[in-house]
């Protein structure tokens, strides 16, 4: 129980990384369109 929980809580937290850098590099105007690209990602990941 507790390794999934680890698990769980480590792909979390590595996606929540990825997002802010993604939405960072969005805010810069770098790569507008990877914002959108992410949240569906995330929506499908939450699943």
Sequence with gaps: MENCLLITVSKFVMLIGIVFS???LGCMGLL???RDISV???ST???
């Design 22 to 24: 993604i939405i960072s």
């Design 32 to 34: 507008p369109f990877k």
């Design 40 to 42: 569906v990602f995330s």
């Design 45 to 47: 990941e939450m699943t």
